[in-house]
């Protein structure tokens, strides 16, 4: 393949998925707990084997490009008082436990409520835990103090469960949970910082966002007109072969 229209493919699909990563930051702007994603690129020289050619045909090595980062911004995002007593928002690190059918997930969003079973809930439903597992609140005034326990009617009852979780071991799962990948292990947080009546929101910064969106199709359209320009040359080219004699 000649090596404008492979670096121009290979630049269009980079572009896309960056578009769908922007595009996904976006949609979830306003969604409690939210860590946006971002995604670099970089070219590198592709290695072929050149052997079956003659020195002349190959002058150039065709340019790819690939992923150079993608990772979860895990920066703290704006916490706003909701006057709630069961929102609580989690200040410098830290990750909420839930009890899934899967298996426990890990969250930012802290936006609970009472079950009928009278147990604190995430708003799937799913048990958030703590030291001791499901945390009973039945009926009452809840307090959730600086350090994450929670009492009924001034009686402690449990104290939540944070865990500590490097970036780069977290994966996302849908509906606002994480799951740790495989080689690594959560630990839990020293000293958690809990506001109790207030949650944090998404760390996407819109404006941003879409600033890199129409930089990104535009990007995107450039490699598009460079695949066509090749490609019309290619085809007139060959016209031109046809009709010569």
Do not use: W
Request: charged letters at 20%; zero cysteines; glycine letters at 8%.
């Amino acid at each position: 393949m000649d090596q404008g229209i492979y670096t121009a493919a290979a630049g269009a699909m980079a572009m896309e998925v960056k578009l769908a990563v922007i595009a996904n930051n976006i949609a979830n702007a306003n969604t409690v707990g939210f860590k946006k994603e971002v995604v670099t690129f970089e070219e590198y020289l592709k290695q072929l084997d050149t052997s079956p050619l003659v020195p002349v045909q190959y002058q150039r090595i065709p340019e790819d490009v690939i992923t150079k980062e993608y990772y979860i911004d895990t920066s703290q995002g704006p916490s706003r008082q909701t006057g709630n007593p069961l929102d609580v928002a989690i200040i410098g690190d830290g990750y909420f436990v839930v009890n899934t059918d899967r298996g426990p997930r890990y969250t930012r969003s802290g936006s609970f409520q009472r079950s009928p079973a009278g147990v604190l809930v995430d708003f799937q439903g799913n048990p958030v835990q703590g030291e001791g597992g499901d945390i009973p609140i039945a009926s009452g005034e809840v307090i959730i103090a600086r350090d994450g326990t929670v009492s009924v009617n001034e009686e402690v009852v449990d104290k939540l469960q944070v865990m500590d979780i490097a970036s780069e071991a977290l994966q996302r799962m849908g509906n606002n949970y994480f799951e740790v990948k495989q080689g690594f292990a959560p630990a839990a947080k020293e000293n958690p910082v809990i506001e109790q009546a207030a949650l944090e929101f998404s760390n996407v910064d819109v404006v941003k966002e879409m600033l890199g969106l129409i930089e990104t199709q535009r990007a995107y359209e450039s490699f598009q007109k460079m695949m066509r320009t090749v490609s019309d040359a290619y085809g007139q080219a060959i016209h031109n072969v046809g009709t010569v004699g």
